[in-house]
């Protein structure tokens, strides 16, 4: 009987942390009528979610989730319509235990101007409120500048002039990254003020997966580390060293894997490009046509790129048909399935890293035009 008494306790517990965790989302849309809904997160499963509802039926302009966070968690939501199959994305929004509604209409205000997605409401979550108005507006100057920037990358097509379009687009690429430190400080003075903020951890984690290891990212995780519960500091924790071990300056984590492919391949060569990439990526060949004149230009001065696709047994075939139709002349190795490329969690196509002579890691996802300019300033 007492033992029957302790299940029945846990039971209630268990019972009441998941009533406080769940989390209901009222929705209304003027996109479609009648079609389904679906709702986007890119957190690591461990880290926030315990149990989730992906796709539910739109039906007159209406629809509902209901599911489980242990932690207010970033989302999208998509629509699609039944009849055209037209899909509609909206932007990032925050989602709090408890009820709330969103309403996702055509004619809302964007508030991720630099993002894609339409603009969406939320009413009821107070970690969402805090996003769009006291986060967000600290980058309204970053913002105007970043406006100006993608004007001039607009622009690139209408020089003509090639030697002076490759002055420009380096200068761009520079651009881009004192925009993306400009970025990273503001999230690190946010973390000084407000470490104990719901959204840090998440934005952190898409901090690091979007852009990979940086000293600033791990200065943001000391400050918060001591308000996170104990599963997710862990988890963000564990995160940042997968992050950090395939930063610049570390041996690249993969050393051992190309050398067992590859004898010989950093002995060889001054410098070395791995590139992860898979038949069906579009932007990946689209890559490799830029990347033949860079390789033909440096391949008899000690450049060598390595081609790891992750690709599957069942688009081997598709694979095999593209590197025959391609005629790429670098190295290939197929990482079946991404086997390895997941021990250090690759999740963007392509992805890149420059290595020197020792498999140490100089740039990750290098600019071909920066890369061209490294290796002619280097080799």
Known sequence: MKYFLVFI???LIVSNLSAQNEFVILGKTNFIINGKAVLHHEALEAFFIIQKTDTVPV???HFKFQSIIQYPLQFRVSVIDSISM???MSEPFFIDPGKQEIIFNAKTKVNLTYDFGYGILVNGSTTNYEYLNKYLP????????TEIYFSKLDNLDTIKNEQYKRKIIIEMENERERLRGLRDNILFRYALKYPNSNILSWLLYESLRKYGYKEIYQNVFNEITNHLPHNINKCLN???FIQKNKAVGNKFPLFDFIDKNISKCFQKNKFVLVDFWFSGCGPCIAQ??????IYEKYKDKKFEIIAISTDTQETFSNYSKVLKLNNYLWKQ???MGGKEASLIDIQKYPTNFLLD???KIIKVDINLNMLDSFLEGNL
């Open 9 to 11: 306790q846990l039971s």
């Open 59 to 61: 039906v007159n302009h």
């Open 86 to 88: 037209e899909r509609y």
């Open 138 to 145: 600290l980058f309204n100057v970053v913002n105007q500048e």
């Open 238 to 240: 564990d995160y940042v």
């Open 288 to 293: 490799f046509k830029k990347l033949k004149p």
């Open 333 to 335: 190795i197929l990482d």
């Open 357 to 359: 002579s020792s498999g």
